[in-house]
T-cell receptor
Framework: DQQVKQNSPSLSVQEGRISILNCDYT??????FLWYKKYPAEGPTFLIS?????DKNEDGRFTVFLNKSAKHLSLHIVPSQPGDSAVYFC???????????FGTGTRLKVLA | DTGVSQDPRHKITKRGQNVTFRCDPI?????LYWYRQTLGQGPEFLTY????????KSRLLSDRFSAERPKGSFSTLEIQRTEQGDSAMYLC?????????????FGPGTRLTVT
């Protein structure tokens, strides 16, 4: 039972354009969400977080949107850069715990 | 602050052998987590510690797996009688107390290959 889903395994975007990565979840008890970027042979790098009491959080080029009624969150990267090419994971934490459940990732390729 | 470190980075072992991995968290972080990642999947939660107390264990953590954090600083993950299905990347993460306690920072991982 995949509680956190990233339905697009890959995405290609032109440099300078917007990248939108999507994530859906099934458990309404998730109360904290994270996005990570991962390069090959490295651990995931934390990008941005959002609490369930918010619907948007912004940090530089990265913005995360949360739609609780749709159980959907998205990561926007503007403008996209070639160095953003990596695998992106969303992760969700059930209320009352510090563990995270991860999606299967979306591979982003930013074309120069 | 050098971030989360893990040792070794790579380990090749024969089926049936025991292996032990070490994780050193970011120095002021009181929570430490272990995850496992296999090809094409996201990290899967194994266990976590708050200081030296092991507060949660996944059902993925069979009896062959044991984790310790004896002094609330570094942690070890031991796998006994390794099986080929244990081949994976083992990731350690840590988080602080307070406002940003839900943000977890990962180390580079230990890649285990069981032959």
């Amino acid at each position: 039972d995949q509680q956190v889903k990233q339905n697009s395994p890959s995405l290609s975007v032109q440099e300078g354009r917007i990248s939108i990565l999507n994530c859906d979840y099934t458990n309404s008890m998730f109360d904290y969400f994270l996005w990570y970027k991962k390069y090959p042979a490295e651990g995931p790098t934390f990008l941005i977080s959002i609490s369930s009491i918010k619907d948007k959080n912004e940090d530089g080029r990265f913005t995360v949107f949360l739609n609780k009624s749709a159980k959907h969150l998205s990561l926007h990267i503007v403008p996209s850069q070639p160095g953003d090419s990596a695998v992106y994971f969303c992760a969700a934490s059930p209320s009352g715990t510090y563990k995270y459940i991860f999606g299967t990732g979306t591979r982003l390729k930013v074309l120069a | 602050d050098t971030g989360v470190s893990q040792d070794p980075r790579h380990k090749i072992t024969k089926r049936g052998q025991n292996v032990t991995f070490r994780c050193d968290p970011i120095s002021e972080h009181n929570r430490l987590y272990w995850y496992r990642q296999t090809l094409g999947q996201g990290p899967e939660f194994l266990t976590y510690f708050q200081n030296e107390a092991q507060l949660e264990k996944s059902r993925l953590l069979s009896d062959r797996f044991s984790a310790e954090r004896p002094k609330g600083s570094f942690s070890t993950l031991e796998i006994q009688r390794t099986e080929q299905g244990d081949s994976a990347m083992y990731l350690c993460a840590s988080s602080t107390r307070g406002t940003n306690s839900y943000e977890q920072y990962f180390g580079p991982g230990t890649r285990l290959t069981v032959t």
